[in-house]
């Protein structure tokens, strides 16, 4: 069965440091991979994509992810983090007329 | 471009009442959906569209309907409202390669309570 899993629920940063939120999915073929954020009380939003080709995929905003095939995982990463990247992120397998998404990981930003 | 619109933002249903929530999209994508998310489950795919008159379920059905009467429009009906429903409703569209393989733009969503 299809599976999304992002085992951080919360995570908090301090503004100006790295981030990684990590992803691990679960499914039979090489599937296609988002990621979307959520701002408080907002629709979510594309950050990137995976379908095919470069393992290492650039997004809005200054995030990236890397798709890794051995691993079954699809982390996201951006180099500084800025205090409006505080919201809930995503990580979500898509297929034909499938979506699945993972139970999304809180990000909070310190001063 | 208006992109993804829902009504309304907030409602409260009692017990067995029914209702509709409206979705709604401009960009005259094929492929629409229906969300609800709830606290620690991410979103769960209900309901969708791979065109006018053509509607399919998706990962947790049960107690919806929909119909896909235009391109533009996508309702979501709750016969009669349970409290297990009480959740944020979330509706999605994408231009074309099925729900699962285009970006998809979301509505602001439709936070209902069932009480």
């Known amino acids: 069965a299809q599976s999304v899993t992002q085992p951080d629920i919360h995570i908090t940063v301090s503004e100006g440091a790295s981030l990684e939120l990590r992803c691990n999915y679960s499914?039979?073929?090489?599937?296609?991979l988002f990621w979307y954020v959520q701002s408080p009380g907002q629709g979510l939003q594309l950050l990137l994509k995976?379908?095919?080709?470069?393992?290492l995929v650039q997004g809005i905003k200054g995030f990236e992810a890397e798709f890794k095939r051995s691993q079954s995982s699809f982390n996201l990463r951006k180099p500084s983090v800025h205090w409006s990247d505080a919201a809930e992120y995503f990580c979500?397998?898509?297929?034909?007329?499938?979506?699945?998404f993972g139970s999304g990981t809180k990000l909070n930003v310190k001063p | 471009n208006a992109g993804v619109t829902q009504t309304p933002k907030f409602q409260v249903l009692k017990t067995g009442q029914s209702m509709t929530l409206q979705c709604a999209q401009d960009?005259?994508?094929?492929?629409m959906s229906w969300y609800r998310q709830d606290p620690g489950m991410g979103l769960r795919l209900i309901h969708y569209?791979?065109?006018?008159?053509?509607?399919d379920q998706g990962e947790v059905p049960n107690g919806y309907n929909v119909s896909r009467s235009t391109t533009e429009d996508f309702p979501l009906r709750l016969l009669s409202a349970a409290p297990s429903q009480t959740s944020v409703y979330f509706c999605?569209?994408?231009?074309?390669?099925?729900?699962?393989?285009?970006?998809?733009?979301f509505g602001p969503g439709t936070r209902l309570t069932v009480l």
């Open positions: 979500a397998v898509g297929a034909i007329n499938k979506f699945y």
């Open positions: 999605a569209s994408s231009y074309g390669g099925g729900v699962g393989t285009d970006t998809q733009y």
């Open positions: 569209s791979v065109g006018a008159g053509i509607t």
């Open positions: 995976y379908f095919s080709g470069d393992t």
């Open positions: 499914y039979g073929a090489t599937p296609y």
């Open positions: 960009m005259n994508h094929e492929y």
